[in-house]
């Protein structure tokens, strides 16, 4: 079964276009060093009657929408390898400059995850 690591995340949605450039440049590093899929998802509906929604959960703000990520792994120990060369590849500096991101990083939620279900 894969293993995934999942985030979910406020962004203002002025920022939308340029969250999407950077989310596409890191994706095509994840792919590269052996990421399985890499998919980032923006909110559509999100009016669910009788649980929870994702807005509530994250308490976005006036002007924000949600992303739902995640990245597909064939294991944790693959995604270890994946991630450790992501993290020492030099263009992720390029990518995501850590002081300038299109979002607050303090309020992403991010978790890794073994597949329970997979059809």
């Given amino acids: 079964m894969a293993y995934i690591d999942g985030f979910l995340l ?15 440049a890191a994706g ?4 590269e060093h052996g990421a399985l899929a890499f998919q980032e998802c923006i909110a559509d509906d999100m009016t669910p009657q009788g649980s929870l929604t994702f807005p509530e959960l994250i308490k ?4 924000e929408t949600v992303v739902f990520s995640y990245i597909v792994f064939n294991s944790r120990e693959h995604r270890d390898q994946v991630n450790a060369k992501v993290m020492a590849d030099p263009r992720l500096k390029d990518v995501c400059d850590p ?21």
């Fill in 10 to 24: 406020p962004l203002p949605t002025g920022n939308i276009e340029e969250y999407r450039r950077q989310a596409q």
């Fill in 28 to 31: 095509q590093l994840w792919i």
């Fill in 60 to 63: 976005t703000q006036a002007g």
């Fill in 99 to 119: 002081d300038n991101m299109p979002f607050d990083c303090k309020r992403m939620a991010y978790g890794g995850f073994n597949s329970l279900v997979s059809l």
